[in-house]
């Protein structure tokens, strides 16, 4: 990879205009980061595209002159998958100005939309026509539905509704020679091989830039019901979810555990939280339940499913929220514990998966392995139990400096976390991806026969490595 020529500089501020391109530094400068601000980047020049037609337009011309794009959509994600290296050489191409809910199919229950588009701003689209789009996450207010399918996002109601790929009907796609993939009208029967579009989900940018999005949509919550769990062990937490399966059905939309150090996390540092439940506990459970128009009121079935664990000896306390806004505490909460991670400082984050019925096993065993292994450490695991899925953070012993002790010890911490999950049949990224930060781990835990077929897609698609180089594959740029 070389430097971009001044010609092909001069060519792509001409193509977008002084809104869509710009070479200063402080105008780059908040893109060049990753959110978590662990990894630095560098960038000739950040291009905004309007439309796909742009898109198209600075794909050829970087195809032609041998330049490489780096992608990004709200740089939310958490493993650096939109940050530029530091030589500088590649270009930074930004679709947050791609930023339209094209249409909204009521009848299909369908949204068509720009990837640019804000998570949050998808959400009110859908609500203002009676419908709902169902996958939410903590970074709703930035992640764009271009990242969430490059990530294959999850968020907390995987457990009803599915990741990403679930809810993806169909794509828009610029192939790396300038080409279009338009799969955006989804059709319920199209046998004409295999479908295409699955190929970009997940794919972190790699493979094609993600331009348009439809989205499955399902109809809106006309009443929820969201209650709190306090039990012994993450056990007891499966052995809830278990009870309470047969009786709620798929009303159950979200179950999340927690333990007790998170929610003091949050409560310390988060202002405007306060703990639901006034006895502490080893570990809690937030769970929710919801109801579309004309079905009977979801509070009275998770009522009686709450005491009914409670008479049964699997939780040790419960609640169930009696106003929307104690609801929106409720998860607020959950959501915070990431903000509130930050604000402590710098730790180590891993985001693995593993069989649910062993996720119990990995949550009560591996903290002990650290912390043996690693003297000091702080593991905190939490995450989406009904999916399997742990976010694992791992903070540095008190009094010692942060940055230095992760820098010397966060490889072979992260090893271990790794390991213990695919040795449990587990996976190194649920839903964050893979990004810069994981392709090591990749290279030496995953399979490789997935890996050499991921590698023979590129080599098909993109021959001359220009998008997303150094991301998801181990030899990738």
Not at 84 to 90: H, L, N, Q, V, Y
Not at 123 to 149: C, I, M, Y
Not at 389 to 408: C, K, M, Q, T, Y
Not at 425 to 449: Q, T, Y
Request: charged share 20%; proline share 7%; glycine share 12%.
């Amino acid at each position: 990879m070389t430097q971009p020529s001044p010609a092909l500089l001069a060519d792509l501020a001409a193509l977008l205009g002084p809104k869509g391109f710009t070479t200063d530094a402080d105008v780059m400068a908040p893109w060049l980061s990753d959110w978590r601000g662990r990894v630095h980047g560098a960038a000739a020049a950040l291009l905004s595209p309007a439309s796909t037609a742009e898109v198209q337009a600075v794909v050829r011309l970087c195809a032609a002159a041998g330049a490489r794009l780096t992608l990004q959509g709200g740089n939310s994600g958490q493993c650096a998958g939109a940050t530029p290296d530091a030589s500088g050489e590649a270009l930074l191409l930004s679709l947050r100005r791609m930023n339209a809910v094209r249409a909204i199919d009521r009848d299909a229950m369908l949204m068509m939309a720009d990837a640019g588009v804000i998570l949050q701003h998808a959400h009110e689209a859908a609500v203002a026509t009676g419908l709902r789009f169902p996958l939410t996450l903590g970074g709703k207010g930035s992640a764009t539905l271009g990242g969430l399918v490059s990530t294959n996002a999850g968020g907390t109601q995987v457990l009803r509704h599915g990741t990403m790929r679930a809810l993806t009907a169909g794509l828009e796609v610029v192939l790396a020679d300038g080409s279009v993939l338009d799969m955006m009208v989804p059709l319920a029967k199209d046998n004409q091989g295999p479908d295409p579009k699955q190929m970009f989900i997940g794919a972190e940018g790699v493979l094609g830039i993600v331009t348009g999005v439809t989205l499955r949509l399902v109809p809106d919550v006309a009443m929820r019901a969201v209650g709190w769990l306090t039990v012994e062990t993450p056990s007891d937490a499966l052995a809830a979810l278990r009870r309470m399966e047969p009786v709620l059905g798929n009303a159950l939309e979200g179950f999340e555990i927690l333990p007790q150090r998170a929610l003091d996390n949050v409560v310390a540092h988060v202002p405007g939280t306060r703990a639901p439940v006034e006895t502490p506990g080893p570990w809690h459970v937030l769970v929710e339940l919801v109801a579309a128009e004309g079905e009977d009121d979801p509070a009275p079935r998770l009522e009686a499913a709450l005491g009914g664990l409670i008479e049964a000896g699997v939780a040790s306390d419960a609640m169930l929220a009696g106003s929307e806004a104690q609801a929106d505490m409720l998860w607020r909460i959950r959501d915070a514990i990431s903000e509130a991670e930050r604000a402590i400082g710098p730790a180590m984050q891993h985001d693995i998966s593993v069989p649910v019925a062993r996720m119990p096993a990995y949550i009560e065993t591996v903290p002990g392995e650290l912390t043996a292994a690693f003297p000091g450490v702080i593991p905190l695991a939490f995450g989406h139990l009904g999916d399997g899925n742990v976010h694992f953070h791992v903070r540095p012993p008190l009094g010692s400096d942060a940055n230095a002790w992760i820098a010397e010890h966060g490889a072979a911490v992260s090893d271990h976390v790794y390991r213990a999950a695919v040795a449990m049949g587990g996976s190194i990224s649920a839903e964050h991806g893979i990004g810069r930060v994981k392709r090591e781990s990749l290279a030496a835990l995953g399979d490789p026969v997935r890996i050499g077929l991921v590698r023979a897609m590129k080599a098909a698609l993109d021959p001359k490595g220009m998008l997303n180089p150094g991301v998801l594959l181990p030899d990738n740029g």
